[in-house]
């Protein structure tokens, strides 16, 4: 399997700044996507943030454009996510995924007010 980790997760106040890490290791024989997802404590399942391509081409939800930056570093199969103006709407457990079919197992990001 491919191990996802993400790693950047925590408590900030509202109008803050976090970066979110994810790492992938093990069996990637390609480059592939990269997402962020996230989870928030009202809503019934994951929705995308945002995504980028293995060429580069990038995507974000309406609700982060502006303020979230995706990227990646394919040397060491890495994505970030740089979220800037955070709000309390933010507040979630944000998932990385690798490809098609691996995930990470969340990091918990807490706005406050």
């Known amino acids: 399997q491919v191990q996802v980790v993400e790693s950047g997760g925590g408590l900030v106040q509202a109008g803050g700044s976090l970066r979110l890490s994810c790492a992938a290791s093990g069996r990637i024989f390609t480059i592939v996507s990269m997402a962020w997802y996230r989870q928030a404590p009202a809503r019934s399942g994951r929705d995308l943030v945002a995504?980028?391509?293995?060429?580069?081409?990038?995507t974000y939800a309406d609700s982060v454009k502006g303020r979230f930056t995706i990227s990646r570093d394919n040397a060491k199969n890495t994505v970030y996510l740089q979220m800037n103006s955070l709000k309390p709407e933010d507040t979630a457990v944000y998932y990385c995924?690798?490809?098609?079919?691996?995930w990470g197992k969340g990091t918990l990001v807490t706005i406050s007010l």
């Open positions: 995924k690798v490809g098609v079919n691996a």
């Open positions: 995504s980028i391509t293995s060429s580069g081409t990038t």
